[in-house]
């Protein structure tokens, strides 16, 4: 089994770390950076980048042709990690030989080592694994520009625990899932890129803190009724309405499609989206509509048509919601701005 120790401070010598041990290229843009692999041992990304050399997120999206742990470890900084993984196998061990902890699809994981073990992700071979993993400092988190974030985490998760490790599984939690691919998404550059990406990771952190709380009060029954295959269904069903829609879905199609009950699929997507089934579609058809609007030279009427719309009327009416002006009005601004750019 191969062992990648990533034993440095900052996010640059963490990716020359991470070279070292995978191979591949480094591909740095506006202060994030991406590991490209391609060879007979790994295949895939690794992004990364760091706020205030106080908050570092990567995101693994690798397949190893080989088990392989990756040695994560700091005593410097004394890092508190966010863990959420929502594709392949993953597992969790303080130290080399730790006890692993296997971890499921769709669950947040903290932990903070107080005895200076490693933190070890465990891959399993030809298997295509994402995971985002957030470090937060927390040594010398008083003496940090901005450190409230960093001061909170340190007295919630690590000064609680002053004599061992610590470590959390949270129960499914879908809603960070779609935090995670909005940040993925994000399409801007330079400075609005990152303060975009600050602000969502920040999110995400939230969200994970929030889940924790929830789970230590017993406020996460809601969440706890659906089994993993459930969530699976109802996450495969968001992206399918994300990718096409245009098309006519109905509840009795897509129940049908998941094996879920309408009631259960409602509860679910309330969950996950805070909209109902019918609202979830209208919303991404609205979204739809945007970027046609922007991208396109179609006119309102073939938009209408296109995102699954038969009333123009009706479509303005629930976009000038949205928005704050008509399609026409939000078409006309969009021209404005390339005739000035």
């Known amino acids: 089994m191969k062992i990648v120790t990533i034993h440095k401070d900052n996010i640059k010598n963490i990716f020359e770390e991470l070279t070292s041990g995978l191979g591949g290229k480094i591909i740095f843009d506006a202060d994030e950076y991406t590991l490209e692999v391609s060879n007979n041992f790994a295949k895939g990304t690794i992004v990364g980048f760091s706020f205030n050399n106080a908050v570092s997120c990567l995101q693994f999206d690798m397949t190893f042709s080989e088990d392989i742990k990756i040695s994560i470890g700091n005593r410097d900084i004394s890092p508190v990690y966010f863990c959420y993984y929502s594709k392949g196998s993953l597992s969790h061990s303080f130290g080399i030989s730790g006890t692993e902890r296997k971890l499921k699809k769709f669950q947040t994981a903290i932990a903070s080592s107080s005895l200076n073990e490693d933190n070890i992700l465990f891959f399993e071979k030809n298997t295509s694994t994402k995971v985002t993993l957030i470090v937060v400092v927390t040594q010398n988190a008083d003496s940090l520009e901005n450190n409230f974030l960093n001061h909170k985490v340190k007295e919630i998760f690590f000064e609680k625990n002053p004599s061992g490790n610590f470590f959390y599984v949270g129960s499914y939690n879908l809603k ?166």
Do not use: W
Request: net charge positive.
């Open 176 to 341: 960070i899932a779609e935090k995670i691919e909005q940040l993925n998404a994000i399409a801007q550059t330079g400075i609005v890129r990152n303060l975009l990406k600050e602000g969502i990771l920040k999110i995400i952190l939230a969200m994970q803190i929030q889940q924790h709380s929830d789970d230590m009060n017993n406020f996460s029954k809601e969440i706890n009724c659906f089994t993993l295959k459930e969530m699976e269904e109802i996450k495969k069903l968001s992206d399918l309405i994300k990718e096409s829609p245009e098309e006519h879905f109905t509840i009795k199609s897509l129940s049908k499609q998941s094996g879920l009950s309408p009631n259960k699929l409602q509860e679910g997507f309330k969950m996950i989206h805070d909209r109902t089934v019918n609202d979830f579609i209208t919303h991404m058809r609205i979204l739809k509509a945007e970027i046609l609007i922007k991208n396109s030279d179609l006119n309102i009427s073939e938009i209408v048509y296109c995102i699954g719309f038969t009333s123009r009327s009706y479509f303005s009416k629930i976009f000038k919601q949205k928005f704050n002006c008509s399609p026409k009005e939000y078409k006309f601004s969009q021209n404005q701005l390339a005739i000035t750019a």
